[in-house]
């Protein structure tokens, strides 16, 4: 009996001993552990400091040029009969006015300094059409190639979520026409044809250097 004591109590010190030795080998206190654990930390610290900042890119901007309307061209154009659009802001553009033969009234008309732009709908499609007499060089960026042949002019045709896209150059002055359906899935609105129809169909509405 005095054996089997004496013998779980070596072993209870043995334990206790161990745990000493473990609890002291992990306490921050000790030198070692300290010194790891700050050399790692001022590894971190100078990794950071050693990592390059983020800088800003040059900002390239645009140089704005004056385009040169022709209107002499437009001479002999007999306008379009435009009732549902101010003729006020038709004679004072700018820019040789382009506008769809037909549109549902409530069309929105509106000019500035060297532009013009147009929203309209009709049966269910949405209008949105653009002239202006301004052009941007960007220093260092090339101009793509012209992808469709526009009204007899080189132009672009793309489509971005259901919406379809025309721009191109007419007299001198910068066109864009977008155009989409209240169903963009609409087969009829699926194809660029829809689009191109569009804008074969303009008609000369007016524009400060058009006789009526």
């Given at each position: 009996?005095?054996?089997t004591l ?14 000493g030795?473990t609890?002291t ?16 930390n ?5 990794e950071?400091?050693a990592?390059?900042k ?12 004056a ?12 306008t379009?009969?435009?009732d ?29 300094e060297?532009?013009y ?6 049966d269910?499609?949405?209008i ?19 992808t ?7 132009g672009?045709v793309?489509?971005?979520e ?5 721009s ?7 066109y864009?026409?977008?155009v989409?359906?209240?169903d963009?899935?609409?087969?009829e ?14 008609v000369l ?8």
């Amino acid at each position: 009996m005095g054996n089997t004591l004496s013998s779980k109590v070596k072993l209870a010190l043995m334990v206790v001993a161990s745990l000493g030795l473990t609890t002291t080998a992990c306490d921050p206190s000790n030198g070692e552990v300290d010194g790891a654990v700050g050399s790692r930390n001022a590894s971190a610290v100078g990794e950071l400091r050693a990592t390059p900042k983020p800088r800003r890119g040059k900002l390239i901007r645009p140089e704005v040029v004056a385009r040169t309307v022709q209107w002499e061209e437009l001479a002999a154009v007999q306008t379009a009969s435009i009732d549902r659009l101010d003729h006020r802001q038709l004679d004072t553009s700018p820019v040789p006015v382009l506008v769809p033969p037909q549109f549902d009234e409530g069309a929105t008309l509106t000019t500035g300094e060297s532009w013009y732009a147009l929203s309209a709908r009709h049966d269910g499609v949405e209008i949105s059409l653009q002239g202006s007499a301004q052009g941007r060089l960007i220093p260092g960026i090339r101009a793509h190639q012209p992808t469709h042949t526009i009204r007899d002019n080189p132009g672009f045709v793309t489509r971005n979520e259901g919406i379809w896209s025309v721009s191109w150059t007419e007299n001198g002055a910068a066109y864009s026409l977008e155009v989409g359906c209240a169903d963009p899935f609409a087969p009829e609105c699926d194809d660029e044809v829809f689009a191109l129809g569009w804008v074969d169909q303009l008609v000369l509405g007016g524009g400060q250097g058009v006789q009526r």
